[in-house]
């Protein structure tokens, strides 16, 4: 799970969340294979519009964006905003449920 933190050694302008360079040293050199998912981006701890927040999650290579408020209006938004589901976290979803069953 992300963090909405800055990381100054890292990325001075984007937090983790939105950090195209954090989430590639999370795949690349950390080698974390699985989903990644944001922090709630509904916390209110982003800059951004949370459809802003949303783009900018996903483009900066995040699988899956948290929204927990509940609120209606701000989970369409999310929803309108976040691409179709990937092979990959069709993949990674398909074989959680696997283990689970």
Do not use: W
Not at 72 to 89: D, R, Y
């Amino acid at each position: 799970m992300t963090a909405h933190i800055l990381i100054n050694n890292y990325d001075k302008i984007n937090c983790v969340t939105h950090s195209k360079k954090i989430i590639k040293l999370i795949r690349e050199k950390i080698g974390f294979k699985n989903i990644i998912i944001t922090d709630d981006i509904s916390m209110k701890a982003l800059k951004h519009p949370i459809q802003i927040s949303t783009i900018k999650a996903f483009d900066a290579g995040c699988d899956i964006v948290l929204h927990c408020n509940g609120n209606i209006n701000e989970m369409t938004k999310v929803a309108k905003n976040s691409p179709k589901l990937s092979n990959f976290l069709i993949k990674k979803t398909s074989q959680l449920n696997k283990f689970l069953s």
